[in-house]
T-cell receptor, first 107, second 113 residues
């Protein structure tokens, strides 16, 4: 399957800071999604972004498919942004997930 | 949340016993998935279904079977549970062919003693 590497593995932020999370993948994909898992374990889809750039409030994402990476930007972080962020990719029905980036936002 | 429920939400069982987890959706999506989540591994696909009675294996299917007799229900069975199957199990649906967004259920926490 497709290998997915996320960096950094852990990130500690002060409230109000900006950050960038990275996802590298080993093969061409036609599906790339970013998810947030909150501290209660719920998985929320943030973006479906196989290519290009999207924004949703303080979050935005960019995927450069030809170079096999995607970036997730968090601006003006809030404590509610804490949790684990997963990147997942696919070139068929089956998503392959990275190990995640654990984000802790301190007040 | 795309109308996805999982039952039970928590289960403790003993090694060697059979366990069935249920995923139920209310929106008639064709594609359904079972994942397991373990520390350091993200989520890994166990089995998926692309229609009633149409299922296929994922990355970590050994020791698991699935059934889908109607659109709304996707069952995951551990025929003889082992301690290595202690995990959090998530069901998901996708709105079409895996090419769009996947939505996840709340998860089932399974402990095999």
């Amino acid at each position: 399957g497709i290998q997915v590497e996320q960096s950094p593995p852990d990130l500690i932020l002060q409230e109000g800071a900006n950050s960038t999370l990275r996802c590298n993948f080993s093969d061409s994909v036609n599906n790339l999604q970013w998810f947030h898992q909150n501290p209660w374990g719920q998985l929320i889809n943030l973006f479906y972004i196989p290519s290009g750039t999207k924004q949703n409030g303080r979050l935005s994402a960019t995927t450069v498919a030809t170079e096999r990476y995607s970036l997730l930007y968090i601006s003006s972080s809030q404590t509610t942004d804490s949790g684990v962020y997963f990147c997942a990719v696919s070139n068929d029905y089956k998503l392959s997930f990275g190990a995640g980036t654990t984000v802790t936002v301190r007040a | 949340d795309a109308g996805i429920t999982q039952s039970p939400r928590h289960k403790v069982t003993e090694t060697g016993t059979p366990v069935t987890l249920r995923c139920h959706q209310t929106e008639n999506h064709r594609y359904m998935y079972w994942y397991r989540q373990d520390p350091g591994h993200g989520l890994r696909l166990i089995h998926y279904s692309y229609g009633v009675k149409d299922t296929d294996k994922g990355e970590v299917s050994d020791g698991y079977s699935v059934s889908r007799s109607k659109t709304e229900d996707f069952l995951l069975t551990l025929e003889s549970a082992t301690s290595s199957q202690t995990s959090v199990y998530f069901c998901a649906i996708s709105t079409s062919g895996g090419q769009e967004t996947q939505y996840f259920g709340p998860g089932t926490r399974l402990l095999v003693l």
